[in-house]
C-alpha cells in the first residue's frame, strides 16, 4: 500500500452513468489485476473503494459507476484536478490458476478488473506461463459480459482489441444472449473462471460453474487497508478481511 | 526545543499521541507505511476471552464528518493474541503498549487480564490495561458496565485485584452523568480514565429504507464528536483526581493541545487513522511546531490548563 497524490488526466461517461478516469502518480504499489484503490473525496469522511481497471508504470485507468454522493462528486472532477489515493489495495486475482481455456465473468460495473486480468493473463500466455496444451496460446480467451440492456454495454471493444473473444448476455435480450450470464456459462468448457460482479450473479455461478474458480467480493469498507475489521466475511478457513485478505476470494473458501 | 514527553500513571511517552483501540489493528498494517515507534504507545484491538467474529455487514457507515461503525469486537480471542498478535507486535513495536480488554461478564474480564498477566512476555510488553465497558455494538455486555456507576465499580474493583499495572476504565459517552461513572471507577481502584468511546447512533438508506447498518446502530466517531469529547474530558477532570486519557474526533496537532488543555494526559487518535493512515505520524511531527505557535514550551503543564 502506498499513499499519493493523482492527477486526474481524463474523465469520460462511457455509458449515461459509467465512468471511465485516468490518474497519473506513482503507481508502484500496484501488483495484482483486481486490486482496488481508496480515494479522499472533498467533504466525505471515508474514503471510496474503487476496483482498478488497468495499470501501467504512469497511470491507473478506474471505471465506476455514478451511485452516491462520492462518485457523482467524482464524475464532476476535471482534468489537472488532483487526488489523494491509497493504491496496492487488496490481494487481486491469482492468475497462475488459469490453466489452458479460463473464461472471466463480469457483471455490470463488475467487468473492469477483469479488463486488468484479461491483459495479464495474455501476457502469461504469450511468456509460455499457461499449462501446455494443443490449443494453449491459439484460442482466445473468453469473456462474457452481462449487462441489463444495450445501452449500458462498456468496454466491450476495449476487450476485443486486447485479443478476447467477447459473449454478451442481457437481461433483455437488446444484445447478444436474452438472459444472464450464466446462460452462457453453462454451454461453456473452461479451465477455471474469474468473476466479478453482484452477488446475485455469483449465487447463479455457482450453481452452475464446472471448475475452481475466483470471486471478487465488494463491501462497505472503513479503512480498505486491513484495520478496522469493517468488511470481515467467514469463510471455512476462519474470518477474512474483503479488503485485506480479499476482495478476491477462491471458490472452495466462500461460504455461501 | 519542545518538550513533548509525558508520563502516564508512572509510565513514560515520549508524547501524548496513542492510536485508540480498533483503529490500528495490532499494528502491522501502519507499520508497512511508517515506523510506528514514533508513537507514545498503542492500544490493541479489543481483546476478549473468547475469539470472536463480530456483527454481520454492513459494519460501517459514512456520516456528516464522521463515520458509524458496528465491528463487535471481532478479535481472535485472548489465547490467540498471547500467542501471535504480541510477538508480531513486538518486532514492530518497542515501547508498553495498552491491552485493551473488553468482556461480558465481570469474569471475563479478571480471566482475560489474568491470562495477559500470567504469559511473561505479554505482561512485559503491556505497560496499562484500558479495560473497555463502553462497547456500544455488542449485546449483554460491554456497555451494560459502563452505563451503570455499580457495575462499573465492580468491573473495576475485580480487574485491580487482578493486576498491579495501571488500569485505565474507558467509559461511554452514552450516559446521564459521566462523572459519576467516573468517579465510581476512580473510588474502585481505576488509575485513569479513558475516554470517550463511540456515540451511539445510526443511518438508514432511502433506496432501501432499512438501516445502512446489519446491527441497525452502531458508534458514531470521527472529527465530528470533538467537542462532546472535549466536554466530557473537561467535566471528568473536575471530578476526578487520576489522569484521563483523551479521545473523540481528534484528528490535528491543535486538537492534540485543546483535549489537553481540557484535562487529558495523553490523546488517543481514532478514525481519523483509517481516513489518513499517517494521521498519528502527521500529528506527532506537527506537535512542536504548533507548540511554538502558541507559546508552549512542555507539553506537560498544560494538562488540564483550561480549566
Known amino acids: ?256 | 526545543m519542545v518538550n513533548l514527553k509525558v508520563k502516564l500513571c508512572g509510565i513514560a511517552l515520549d508524547n501524548p499521541v496513542i492510536p485508540a483501540s480498533g483503529t490500528f489493528g495490532y499494528g502491522s498494517e501502519y507499520a508497512e507505511l511508517y515506523d510506528i515507534n514514533c508513537l507514545g504507545s498503542f492500544s490493541f484491538k479489543g481483546t476478549t476471552l473468547e475469539p470472536r467474529f463480530g456483527n454481520p455487514t454492513p459494519r460501517i457507515a459514512e456520516c456528516p464528518d464522521g463515520m458509524i461503525n458496528a465491528v463487535g469486537l471481532q478479535n481472535p480471542g485472548v489465547d490467540a493474541v498471547i500467542r501471535e498478535e504480541l510477538p508480531a507486535l513486538r518486532r514492530i513495536f518497542h515501547k508498553p503498549v495498552m491491552a485493551n480488554v473488553s468482556g461480558f461478564s465481570v469474569s471475563d474480564y479478571v480471566e482475560t487480564v489474568a491470562k495477559f498477566e500470567a504469559d511473561e512476555a505479554a505482561s512485559s510488553q503491556i505497560g496499562w490495561y484500558e479495560i473497555n465497558i463502553s462497547c456500544p455494538n455488542v449485546h449483554g455486555g460491554g456497555m451494560a458496565f459502563g452505563t451503570s456507576a455499580q457495575a462499573a465499580a465492580e468491573v473495576t474493583a475485580a480487574v485491580r485485584r487482578t493486576t498491579d499495572k495501571p488500569l485505565l476504565l474507558k467509559l461511554s459517552p452514552n450516559v446521564t452523568d459521566i462523572t459519576e461513572i467516573a468517579g465510581a471507577c476512580e473510588a474502585a481502584g481505576a488509575d485513569g480514565i479513558s475516554l470517550i468511546n463511540t456515540l451511539l447512533g445510526m443511518r438508514i438508506d432511502l433506496k432501501t429504507r432499512r438501516p445502512v447498518i446489519a446491527n441497525k446502530m452502531g458508534g458514531f466517531s470521527g472529527h465530528a464528536i470533538l467537542p462532546v469529547a472535549l466536554r466530557m474530558v473537561w467535566q471528568v477532570y473536575e471530578a476526578v483526581k487520576i489522569p484521563i486519557v483523551g479521545m473523540g474526533g481528534v484528528s490535528s496537532a491543535e486538537e492534540v493541545i485543546e483535549m489537553m488543555l481540557a484535562g487529558a494526559t495523553a490523546v488517543e487518535i481514532g478514525a481519523a487513522n483509517l481516513v489518513d493512515p499517517f494521521a498519528c505520524k502527521r500529528i506527532i511531527e506537527a506537535l512542536p511546531t504548533v507548540c511554538e505557535s502558541y507559546g508552549i514550551t512542555n507539553l506537560e503543564e498544560i494538562i488540564g490548563g483550561g480549566h
Not at chain 1, 474514503?47 to 482498478?52: D, K, N, T
Not at chain 1, 487526488?83 to 463488475?110: E, F, H, Q, R
Not at chain 1, 490449443?135 to 469473456?143: F, L, P, Y
Not at chain 1, 433483455?172 to 473452461?190: E, I, M, N, Q, R
Request: glycine share 12%.
Open chain 1, 1 to 256: 500500500m502506498k499513499q499519493g497524490m493523482f492527477t486526474i488526466t481524463a474523465n469520460r461517461r462511457l455509458t449515461q452513468n459509467v465512468c471511465e478516469m485516468i490518474l497519473a502518480g506513482d503507481t508502484s504499489a500496484c501488483q495484482r489485476p483486481g486490486q482496488f484503490l481508496n480515494i479522499k473525496l472533498d467533504g466525505l469522511f471515508l474514503r471510496r473503494p474503487i476496483s482498478v481497471c488497468d495499470y501501467d508504470d504512469e497511470e491507473i485507468k478506474i471505471i465506476y459507476k455514478i451511485v452516491g454522493k462520492g462518485t457523482r462528486a467524482m464524475a464532476d472532477m476535471r482534468q489537472g484536478q488532483t487526488l489523494d489515493v491509497l493504491t496496492g489495495l487488496g490481494n487481486g486475482y491469482d492468475s497462475s490458476k488459469a490453466g489452458t481455456s479460463p473464461v472471466l465473468i463480469g457483471g455490470g460495473v463488475g467487468i473492469p478488473p477483469l479488463y486488468g486480468l484479461l491483459k495479464a493473463l495474455q501476457r502469461q500466455r504469450a511468456a509460455g506461463g499457461l499449462a501446455h496444451s494443443e490449443s494453449a496460446g491459439t484460442e482466445k480467451i473468453r469473456v462474457i459480459l452481462g449487462f441489463n440492456t444495450a445501452e449500458e454495454i462498456f468496454y466491450q471493444k476495449e476487450f476485443e482489441a486486447a485479443g478476447a473473444e467477447v459473449l454478451l448476455a442481457t437481461a433483455d435480450g437488446s444484445a447478444g444472449v436474452k438472459g444472464f450470464v450464466t446462460d452462457v456459462l453453462a454451454g461453456l468448457d473452461y479451465s477455471y473462471f474469474y468473476t466479478c460482479g453482484p452477488e446475485a450473479m455469483f449465487r447463479a455461478i455457482e450453481r452452475v460453474a464446472k471448475t475452481s474458480g475466483q470471486y471478487s467480493f465488494e463491501e462497505r469498507m472503513g479503512c480498505g487497508f486491513g484495520a478496522c475489521m469493517g468488511c470481515s466475511c467467514e469463510t471455512k478457513y476462519g474470518s477474512k478481511r474483503i479488503c485485506k485478505d480479499g476482495p478476491v476470494l477462491e471458490r472452495e473458501e466462500i461460504l455461501w
